[in-house]
């Protein structure tokens, strides 16, 4: 009788284990939850990375991403933004950037940043004007029509904050 426990037990263990080491590889894979470069919170629409010396370095948002990359030369860094419609990430020479647009995921004034509720304030802001992704460009003329803003690609983008 005391075997019986010892197996079920032995078998509860190991698939405990199982599935904490599952959880632990799948939150490495995803994006952390906060910007590594200004540390608020990383909104799932935005969500940026690029390399920084082989490393893969998490951004809340394109702009405050390819702040990192400003020493890098004239060659846009690799990196990688979210589309916007579809929440995939794809790679972000594939995509086309609306700027400036009516919505700030990272700054708007109703979002609220960190365990201390502090609003963020607008007088001067990496993220700021806002830079959302979209593969498609089509996607990203029917946003820009919505919501303002220019489209640019992902090299005027780069050099902008480069020179910023
Ligand atoms: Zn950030």
Redesign the pocket.
């Known amino acids: 009788m005391k075997t019986i426990w010892l197996v079920v037990l032995l078998a509860l263990l190991a698939i405990v284990g199982l599935g904490i080491y599952r959880w632990s590889r799948t939150s490495a894979e995803r994006e952390p939850a906060a910007?590594?470069?200004?540390?608020?919170p990383?909104h799932r629409a935005t969500a940026f990375s690029i390399n920084v010396d082989s490393r893969e370095v998490w951004?809340?948002?394109p702009?405050?991403?390819l702040s990192l990359a400003r020493g890098d030369g004239d060659r846009p860094p690799q990196a990688r933004a979210t589309d916007y419609p579809t929440g995939r990430l794809v790679p972000a020479d594939h995509c086309v950037f609306v700027e400036g647009a009516d919505i700030a995921p990272?700054c708007s004034p109703d979002v609220i940043v960190g365990a201390e509720k502090v609003p963020t304030s607008k007088c001067f802001d990496?993220?700021y004007p806002s830079a959302i992704a979209f593969e498609k460009p089509q996607d990203a003329a029917d946003y820009s029509r919505k919501h303002g803003g220019t489209i640019v690609s992902f090299e005027t983008l780069f050099r902008e904050v480069k020179k910023s």
């Open positions: 910007c590594e470069v200004c540390e608020r990383i951004a809340c948002c702009r405050c991403g990272c990496r993220c």
